[in-house]
């Protein structure tokens, strides 16, 4: 089993930045790639962000260029910066971890609402 506690949602205005952390426990050790997911209201949960144990990223087309994921494998944490928010960033961002095995895990999720 995988725990993951997200923080570091909040309100920020068009144009500010946030950055969300999520710590995993438990059977860290099989973890392979960690990422953010969200989830606006009436639509359906899309990835923002991935990154493997190596340290390969993948994005969204939608926040290439202003989101930075990144990972300190010593803490067992993802982090994603996310800067020059727009609100259609706004959502409920997840995070989630898949395991070698292929176990997969989510986040209680973290609300992130950008004002216009």
């Known amino acids: 089993q995988v725990q993951l506690v997200e923080s570091g949602g909040g309100l920020v205005p068009a144009g500010g930045s946030l950055r969300l952390s999520c710590a995993a426990s438990?059977?860290?050790?099989?973890?392979?790639?960690m990422g953010w997911y969200r989830q606006a209201p009436g639509k359906q949960r899309e990835l923002v962000a991935a990154?493997?144990?190596?340290?390969?990223?993948n994005y969204a087309d939608s926040v290439k260029g202003r989101f930075t994921i990144s990972r300190d494998n010593t803490k067992n944490t993802v982090y994603l910066q996310m800067n020059s928010l727009k609100p259609e960033d706004t959502a409920v961002y997840y995070c989630n971890t898949k395991r070698y095995n292929g176990y997969v895990y989510w986040g209680q999720g973290t609300q992130v609402t950008v004002s216009s």
């Open positions: 990154i493997s144990s190596g340290g390969s990223t």
């Open positions: 438990g059977s860290t050790f099989s973890i392979n790639l």
